[in-house]
DNA sequence: ATATTATGAACGATCGTTCGTTCAATATGA
DNA sequence: TCATATTGAACGAACGATCGTTCATAATAT
């Protein structure tokens, strides 16, 4: 995909409709517009959450779906493709209120799944009782996704990176014995 | 700024002519073109960091330093202008090298004054024995932008959402008793 | 034969940049 | 001191390229 290369705004109509193999006025049979591809893009972003969201939804102890999500997601995060995307869905999100809204969509996926398995933590004495499980779960997400950008940019590896930002997230939410 | 309202790309050479009161061929007398006023603005981000290193390089102890860096970074991260702008930047250092050399100088000199204060902080058994400072100072100015980020997109001020993540940070770096 | 899909030339707008020109301020020579 | 030469900042018209989009036409399927 050629947002990833070139950024949403640099690329134009007409490499879009290249790489998709489909002619410049034919691309406009299927979409409205080049807004409407990144929309497209935005949404099908949805569907790779759904691997993380069966993780979160599994009902052994929290600490175990916590450790096993974060392992996860930064292997997703690990592609830096991924982080870049998300970056500049991020950036679109900024000054186009519908684009907005599916990243939001996107994010309260995962972060209410996650909220739960918070709840459940805290009732369980597994994790420290955080003031506001739902921003607890955001914190979580957000530390993962800068942990991947700055390895992107440094061109450190997730694997060597990964590990601190689990210590950061686990020490802040495990309850210690 | 017109960056802010419209990003870099959609920012027109004649718009940061304009604003600036400047004409569009003079312009051309003092940038080399349009990158340049890209790099001269991410330059003079680098000052903006001043005030917070301030805070930093004070010797009371860690905990201490920490807090009150948490509250003026948050603060200043408050005004969504800063956000933005520290995104903008962002997504062009994905593809532009000197960008990039320019956003990782400006947020070493953040997370190196950090990681005297966390090692400080470690030494002095205020602060847990984190597996590695510099790392977890990474990790605190990430946590606080992503913070700012979700502020900005939810249009939820950051003072509703600072205090969770001072304790998500706090709990996850301070030695607890 | 009719409906649907695919095509790329063409459009007007705007992009980043260049360039010839103007002009007030300064330096030089008398 | 006055006249002349030199400088470089400021300007905006103009350039070629590319932008997103439209549309008349051609191909294909029903």
């Given at each position: 995909m050629c947002f990833l290369e070139r950024g949403y705004h640099q690329t134009g109509v007409r490499d879009i409709a290249t790489r998709a193999g489909v002619s410049l006025g034919n691309l406009y049979n299927h979409f409205r517009g080049k807004h409407d591809v990144l929309v497209e893009i935005a949404m099908l972003?949805?569907?790779?959450m759904e691997p993380f969201l069966k993780i979160l939804n599994s009902n052994t102890p929290a600490p175990k779906v916590l450790k096993k999500f974060i392992r996860a997601y930064a292997k997703y995060l690990a592609a830096p493709e991924n982080v870049i995307l998300t970056l500049e869905i991020s950036s679109e999100a900024v000054r186009q209120p519908d684009i907005a809204r599916l990243f939001v969509e996107n994010r309260s996926s995962l972060t209410d799944a996650l909220e739960t398995v918070v709840r459940r933590g805290i009732t369980d004495g597994?994790?420290?009782?955080?003031?506001d499980p739902l921003q607890a779960s955001q914190l979580v997400i957000e530390v993962l996704e800068g942990s991947a950008y700055r390895s992107v940019l440094s061109e450190i590896p997730m694997t060597r990176v990964i590990g601190c930002t689990e210590d950061f997230i686990l020490n802040s939410l495990l309850m210690r014995q």
């Open positions: 972003e949805r569907r790779e597994d994790l420290r009782a955080v003031p």
